[in-house]
């Protein structure tokens, strides 16, 4: 399973091009070909994944049940925006202006990365996000990594 690290700020150009950052290409595996599918994150971002991730992560909604009326609008909802793109020549993604209005991005955004995925924030939501940081932290992950534990050990069981 792919692991990206890191947060990069990067600049919108003129024409809604994102220039991707040299440090995260690296990170991905050359067999990707670099592209992509961006899709509308939970939050008022985007998600890039890589097309080999956003295939996984498809297959598993792909299996709900959609004869309940829940698993049908989630899938709607999760789906609406998807674009499939790709690195130009130049190491620039052409962000659809559709999914910049979503996420409220002019020209300042942040590349945060975690797990399987790459999210673009506009840059003033991102550093409030961070600012809104709860006040015990320690509090937070113990309450979320406890849960995390609790899940393993009856798994093992």
Not at 27 to 37: D, H
Not at 126 to 149: G, Q, R, T
């Amino acid at each position: 399973m792919l692991n990206l690290i890191g947060e990069y700020e990067c600049k919108l150009d003129s024409k809604s091009r994102l220039l991707f950052p040299a440090g995260l290409k690296r990170q991905l595996p050359i067999a990707a070909e670099y592209k992509f599918v961006l899709n509308r994150g939970f939050e008022k971002c985007l998600v890039l994944y890589p097309q080999d991730e956003w295939k996984t992560i498809s297959d598993e909604i792909n299996r709900l049940n959609i004869y309940i009326k829940k698993n049908r609008e989630f899938v709607r909802y999760f789906y609406r925006g998807a674009t499939e793109i790709v690195l130009d020549a130049t190491n620039r993604l052409l962000i659809p202006k559709g999914l910049l209005q979503y996420a409220g991005i002019d020209k300042d955004v942040v590349l945060f990365t975690f797990s399987n995925r790459i999210e673009i924030w506009e840059k003033q939501t991102y550093e409030n996000l961070l600012h809104d940081e709860p006040e015990e932290f320690a509090d937070l992950a113990e309450e979320v990594m406890s849960k995390k534990e609790n899940k393993e050990e009856k798994d093992v069981s």
